[in-house]
């Protein structure tokens, strides 16, 4: 927290502060709620609120926003299905999940004056490691000790299978790094840039239009950097699946 409080309010870094609300110490523990805690409630409040109004008539015709909704869901089903194939149904509320709620937050992070819970590292740490977990239990559940054939590739020489094991090995433990780096490192970067941006137009005053044009568009394209590094973590996810499901190198 003595790091946070040494950001100056006008640097562009200082949006990133995760904050609290309130003070509420439970025997000498801090239980107080960082302004990630809150904006992902929201987000799952979001999310609970708008897939319960959206298919709750479930009409033959459906309207604009059920309409909206099924594609929605086609459109993890389709990645479920060609990235793990039959095998991998049984997971899709998870991988469901997972894309609906790094969208809300990253969108929930585009609103004025929100908290973007996905430049935060400990979240997006969090999920990989969630996602890491459980592929490898599912792994281990499904083949047992032979999971263990995934880090030796056919067809290498043994000779050669001493120096590429630990390669192996090594990346796979790396993946919850670089899962959660990805996403981090683009919504922070993003944020950083926009925010530089708009100092530029308040410092320039009436010659801030151009400065001005330049914000909007990068607000759509970090709109939709949003959705592509929502999908870039939930594809990663199901591949990763598909390693665990068919032990596929």
């Given at each position: 927290?003595?790091?946070?409080?040494?950001?100056?309010?006008?640097?562009?870094?200082?949006?990133?502060?995760?904050?609290?609300?309130?003070?509420?110490?439970?025997?000498?523990?801090?239980?107080?709620?960082?302004?990630?805690?809150?904006?992902?409630?929201?987000?799952?409040?979001?999310?609970?609120?708008?897939?319960?109004?959206?298919?709750?008539?479930?009409?033959?015709?459906?309207?604009?926003?059920?309409?909206?909704?099924?594609?929605?869901?086609?459109?993890?089903?389709?990645?479920?299905k060609e990235t793990v194939?039959?095998?991998?149904?049984?997971?899709?509320?998870?991988?469901?999940?997972?894309?609906?709620?790094?969208?809300?937050?990253?969108?929930?992070?585009?609103?004025?004056?929100?908290?973007?819970?996905?430049?935060?590292?400990?979240?997006?740490?969090?999920?990989?490691?969630?996602?890491?977990?459980?592929?490898?239990?599912?792994a281990l559940k499904r083949?047992?000790?032979?999971?263990?054939?995934?880090?030796?590739?056919?067809?290498?020489?043994?000779?050669?299978?001493?120096?590429?094991?630990?390669?192996?090995?090594?990346?796979?433990?790396?993946?919850?790094?670089?899962?959660?780096?990805?996403?981090?490192?683009?919504?922070?970067?993003?944020h950083t840039m926009l925010?530089?941006?708009?100092?530029?137009?308040?410092?320039?005053?009436?010659?801030?239009?151009?400065?001005?044009?330049?914000?909007?568009?990068?607000?759509?394209?970090?709109?939709?950097?949003?959705?592509?590094?929502?999908?870039?973590?939930?594809?990663?996810?199901?591949?990763?699946?598909?390693?665990?499901?068919?032990?596929?190198?």
């Amino acid at each position: 927290m003595a790091a946070e409080r040494q950001i100056d309010h006008d640097s562009p870094m200082y949006q990133f502060v995760i904050g609290k609300y309130g003070e509420w110490n439970v025997g000498g523990l801090d239980f107080a709620f960082s302004k990630a805690a809150v904006f992902m409630l929201v987000s799952v409040a979001f999310l609970t609120v708008f897939l319960v109004l959206t298919t709750n008539r479930r009409a033959l015709v459906p309207g604009r926003w059920q309409c909206l909704t099924e594609i929605w869901y086609e459109f993890i089903a389709d990645m479920v299905k060609e990235t793990v194939g039959p095998d991998g149904r049984r997971y899709f509320p998870f991988v469901f999940s997972v894309f609906s709620f790094i969208v809300a937050m990253n969108l929930l992070g585009m609103l004025p004056y929100a908290y973007t819970v996905t430049s935060h590292i400990a979240v997006t740490g969090a999920l990989a490691l969630m996602v890491f977990v459980l592929v490898t239990a599912i792994a281990l559940k499904r083949h047992g000790l032979h999971f263990l054939s995934f880090f030796v590739p056919k067809g290498v020489p043994f000779v050669m299978l001493l120096l590429v094991v630990p390669i192996e090995v090594l990346s796979y433990f790396m993946r919850p790094i670089s899962h959660s780096v990805r996403l981090f490192a683009n919504m922070t970067a993003g944020h950083t840039m926009l925010k530089v941006f708009g100092g530029f137009v308040v410092k320039m005053g009436i010659f801030g239009v151009l400065p001005l044009a330049l914000i909007v568009a990068l607000t759509g394209l970090e709109v939709a950097i949003a959705f592509l590094q929502a999908y870039v973590f939930t594809i990663l996810t199901c591949l990763y699946l598909n390693d665990a499901i068919h032990l596929e190198h």
